[in-house]
């Protein structure tokens, strides 16, 4: 079967930096796509990783290694409104999109 | 920007109504999609559609249905709406045909008593 796998929830500190990991098992790879979620709003597009590498957009870079089945999601300089669910997407080779549970982030002052 | 806009954000339906989620895009996207968002799970693809009067069944299309009569309109349909299709609803929209770059809509949470 497929499945993507992230960690339920992650506490980090206001100013810090936190990792979000993602791996997973598909049939075959097309993408990986990183989503953030505000509670009760809708996904938003944050990243897509399709080549092994560091993907970097201002505070926020993905990376993606696919030997490893791996990828996280790097939050640097962490403010209030990142607290948010963080979604970890992968495109199979039929062009679907297999979703993980997503990773609620909590940030502390 | 992309609006994707979905018409209820808050249902309550009674067991076996009919219950219809309208969902209606502006940036004259060819591909639509309909996604159920439960507590612990991955989102689940229900129903998606490449152009106009075409559908294709997700993962989990049973007791739902859909229709495409304009571009800019996806409406997701359950029948005969039961307790287990309690959930959040995502219509999204995207650009390109395989892609994962989807644009959301805010959800509808629907609630069956």
């Known amino acids: 079967g497929q499945n993507i796998d992230q960690p339920t929830e992650m506490t980090a500190t206001e100013g810090a930096i936190v990792q979000i990991n993602c791996t997973y098992q598909?049939?075959?790879?097309?993408?990986l796509f990183w989503y953030q979620q505000h509670a009760g709003e809708a996904p938003t597009f944050l990243s897509y990783?399709?080549l092994d590498g560091l993907e970097e957009k201002g505070r926020f870079s993905s990376f993606l290694s696919r030997s490893k089945g791996y990828s996280y999601l790097l939050l640097k300089e962490l403010q209030m409104k990142d607290s948010a669910s963080y979604l970890c997407a992968v495109m199979d080779s039929n062009y679907q999109l297999i979703w993980g549970a997503g990773t609620k982030l909590i940030i502390k002052p | 920007d992309v609006k994707v806009t979905q018409s209820s954000r808050y249902l309550v339906k009674r067991t076996g109504e009919k219950v219809f989620l309208e969902c209606v895009q502006d940036?004259?996207?060819?591909?639509m999609f309909w996604y159920r968002q439960d507590p612990g799970l991955g989102l689940r693809l229900i129903y998606f559609s490449y152009d106009v009067k075409m559908k294709e069944k997700g993962d989990i299309p049973e007791g739902y249905s859909v229709s495409r009569e304009k571009k800019e309109r996806f409406s997701l349909i359950l029948e005969s709406a039961s307790t287990n299709q309690t959930s959040m609803y995502l219509c999204?929209?995207?650009?390109?045909?395989?892609?994962?770059?989807?644009?959301f809509g805010e959800g509808s949470r629907l609630t069956v008593l």
């Open positions: 990783n399709v």
């Open positions: 598909t049939s075959g790879f097309n993408g």
């Open positions: 999204a929209s995207s650009l390109l045909r395989y892609t994962g770059e989807l644009f």
């Open positions: 940036m004259d996207h060819e591909n």
